[in-house]
Nanobody, 122 residues
Framework: QVQLVESGGGLVQAGGSLRLSCTAS????????MGWFRQAPGKTREFVAS??????TTGYANSVKGRFTISRDNAQMYLQMTSLKPEDTAVYYC?????????????????WGQGTQVTVSS
């Protein structure tokens, strides 16, 4: 079993930055891909970014490409968010993939955190 805990969310003005962290406990996640997803009120959960098991390959949603950066080390994963926009407002979730690679589909992920709120004011 893996437990994932997100942190670093908060309220920020448009154009600002935040860094989210995801800490894993239980079984190690060093041999699994990881990802960030988000869910805004009234919308379905959507892919944000993903990273493979050793951090060598990453993928991003078009809406965040060039503004967000995903990274990982040991038992933590990060999402550096810059140039934030009001439409980035959502609950952000980290997830551990079933496989080694980087994936954008929700069904490729087995374990999920509880989420951290990010609110971007205009």
């Amino acid at each position: 079993q893996v437990q994932l805990v997100e942190s670093g969310g908060g309220l920020v003005q448009a154009g600002g930055s935040l860094r989210l962290s995801c800490t894993a406990s239980g079984r190690t996640f060093s041999r699994n891909g990881m990802g960030w997803f988000r869910q805004a009120p009234g919308k379905t959960r959507e892919f944000v970014a993903s990273i493979d098991w050793n951090g060598s390959t990453t993928g991003y949603a078009n809406s965040v490409k060039g503004r967000f950066t995903i990274s990982r080390d040991n038992a933590q994963m990060y999402l550096q968010m810059t140039s934030l926009k009001p439409e980035d407002t959502a609950v952000y979730y980290c997830a551990q993939a079933i496989g080694l690679g980087y994936y954008s589909a929700l069904d490729q992920y087995r374990y999920w955190g509880q989420g951290t709120q990010v609110t971007v004011s205009s």
